[in-house]
């Protein structure tokens, strides 16, 4: 037959489920924060492509085709420290970006950047038409998510997001 239990243990015992529940709260807080700063990253990459289809356009629709550029920042997010790009004003002064008017150098809210995520492409799949993109491996596991817009001087595709397709 059990006796009571004593006070001490009682006392450890609803220590440790209250440290238990605080422990639970404290690894579901990091993921929501860890999830909320992705979809903000993301928002920024999309942002970035819709304002760069939209330039595109514009010069296309005046009779100029943009320069191509490949992946910029170049390199691996990755293989920095902090796991992104820190941002370099000189990558973005020089064509297509300048003549575009684009910098990742602002979030949605119009707030300096530290870093940047997602790399920046530019190409000419077929004559009259271009393609902007921006790609990010935000968890570093090798797969990258991507944004996608094709443009000619009449139309603009919709938005081509990581749910659509990944690289």
Known sequence: MLGKPKRGVLALLILGAIGCGLGVLIVQFRACSSAIAARNIAYQASTGVRALGTAARQMLADGKMPATAEWTPRGRACDQPGRYFPFDAKHWQMP????????PSTDGDDVPVDGIYYQFRITRPTPGEVLVEARGDLDCDGTFSRFAQTVTKDSTSPLLTPSDARE
């Open 96 to 103: 297509p970006w300048s003549e575009l008017g684009f910098s």
